[in-house]
Nanobody, 121 residues
Framework: QVQLVESGGGLVQPGGSLRLSCAVSGSIFSINYMGWYRQAPGKQRELVARLHHSDTTNYADSVKGRFTISRDSAKNTVYLQMNSLKPEDTAVYYC???????????????WGQGTQVTVSS
């Protein structure tokens, strides 16, 4: 069974840094893309960053220059390095993966369980 396992959330002061990790658990054929979404209380879930198989990246305007998405292909793990954190970055962060589980199958979306990031003094 394929799962996305997240780690790395927590409480940090404004201006601080955190790194989130998301590992694919279970057997897959390949990764089409992986990314991070976030959802703050009372708001819709929004895309934060995405990393494609081609190495193309997408970032929300609000995090450009502060957040960096990267991967370790050998570990099927994606990271989100978050620097210069602001209180408005406070949210539950979700990992999302668009994965080819078996050769010949269409890719499917998988989601992590979410990890809380709180930026507060």
């Amino acid at each position: 069974q394929v799962q996305l396992v997240e780690s790395g959330g927590g409480l940090v002061q404004p201006g601080g840094s955190l790194r989130l990790s998301c590992a694919v658990s279970g057997s897959i054929f390949s990764i089409n893309y992986m990314g991070w979404y976030r959802q703050a209380p009372g708001k819709q879930r929004e895309l934060v960053a995405r990393l494609h198989h081609s190495d193309t990246t997408n970032y929300a305007d609000s995090v450009k220059g502060r957040f960096t998405i990267s991967r370790d292909s050998a570990k099927n793990t994606v990271y989100l390095q978050m620097n210069s954190l602001k209180p408005e970055d406070t949210a539950v962060y979700y990992c999302q993966g668009n994965l080819y589980v078996r050769l010949g199958d269409a890719p499917s979306d998988y989601w992590g369980q979410g990890t809380q990031v709180t930026v507060s003094s």
